[in-house]
């Protein structure tokens, strides 16, 4: 049983503090308008910590960390993002894809509380903002790196804080770049051809997947990111969650689908759904219900059975381990 599978799709080792505050519009510095000796730094510097990413040597890493990073609570989640994500990357060649550099030095920044939105005016229609973990002012940095050279492409941002010190790490996301041999380009062009087709819940799912393929951090937003988005709300697709659960209707009995999600663990994409349930505890009792639940979304969502491999259903009853059943879309009636 894979507890973990309703995220393995899209592993996001988030550290950056949520929630945007002061505004900094003037303080951004993009790689190709970077000083030779602060683009050869920063390239050392990102490259040196994803080494050590690769490596799993996650002890190095929290002897880099700074607040927020090196609370005790976020150096545990650093660890397990360490031992989650090095084996994706081992005999891979890390590339450095960019590089940003914050000054958070001036007036505003002085009197910051919390997370600060870095504004970067780019070339062109295109631009790009960043939310850092904000604790002072001071010179901050991101750096992303993606993979070359392995079968499953990923990718890591590494946000940065100056210090006396030298750089230190103050964030830390890393995710893959594709999903089931297609990357997240390929996605949003497929969730436009079922979103013309009136095929709402695979579109939502698709453009979900596309978006974290596609932005290399959760605190990274650019134009092209919000017009992603902008299809998204357009579909008018509610998130699913326990606050707002997608209901289905077998005929005989009603489900609460509490959240679903994506996974390609085992080749093909998956739909991955966690239901509520009251009770697990007799195996096929709750294996038939799950079944129940397959074709009771296939039914309500016929194009799901065309865009997806195949589907997961984790039964989730109060106090006991979640029940799951998988099957290829062939094997559900």
């Known amino acids: 049983m894979r507890l973990s599978a309703t995220i393995r799709i899209m592993i996001t080792a988030t550290l950056a503090l949520a929630g945007a505050g002061t505004l900094l519009a003037q303080s951004c510095t993009p790689q190709s308008q970077l000083s030779d000796a602060d683009r050869t730094d920063l390239k050392q510097t990102t490259l040196s910590m994803a080494s ?36 994706h990357l081992k005999l891979a060649t890390l590339v450095v894809d960019s590089l940003w550099l914050f000054n958070a030095e001036d007036e505003a920044a002085s009197t910051a509380n919390g997370p600060v939105e870095f504004y970067c005016a780019l070339t062109g229609e295109t631009d790009a903002t960043f939310t850092l973990p904000f604790t002072g002012p001071a010179a901050y940095a991101v750096g992303i790196v993606h993979t070359t050279g392995s079968t499953a492409p990923w990718q890591a941002s590494f946000i940065l804080k100056k210090t006396a010190g030298g750089w230190r790490l103050s964030g830390l996301e890393a995710r893959p770049l594709t999903a089931a041999g297609h990357d997240g380009l390929w996605y949003w062009r497929e969730a436009r051809t079922a979103a013309k087709n009136n095929e709402t819940l695979s579109a939502w799912l698709y453009l979900s997947l596309a978006d974290r393929l596609l932005a290399p951090m959760d605190s990274m937003n650019s134009t092209n990111r919000e017009k992603l988005q902008a299809e998204i709300k357009a579909l008018h697709q509610p998130e699913i969650s326990r606050e707002h659960p997608l209901e289905l209707d077998s005929g005989s009995e009603k489900f609460s689908i509490l959240q679903m999600t994506t996974d390609d663990a085992f080749g093909g994409l998956d739909v991955v759904v966690h239901m509520a349930a009251s009770d697990v505890s ?43 059943i998988e099957q290829s879309m062939s094997q559900i009636p």
Do not use: C
């Not at 490596?55 to 650093?78: F, I, R, Y």
């Not at 096929?284 to 979304?297: F, G, P, Y």
């Open 52 to 87: 050590k990413l690769q490596a799993g040597d996650a002890a190095a890493l929290q002897a880099l960390a700074v607040p927020p990073l090196s609370t005790a609570n976020n150096s545990e989640a650093l660890a397990s993002i360490v031992s989650d994500t090095a084996p």
């Open 282 to 324: 007799n195996p096929a009792t709750a294996r038939q219900r799950n079944i129940a639940v397959m074709q009771s979304l296939l039914k309500a969502q016929p194009g799901v059975r065309t865009h997806f491999h195949g589907l997961w259903v984790f039964a989730d009853a109060p106090g006991q381990p979640p029940y799951a």
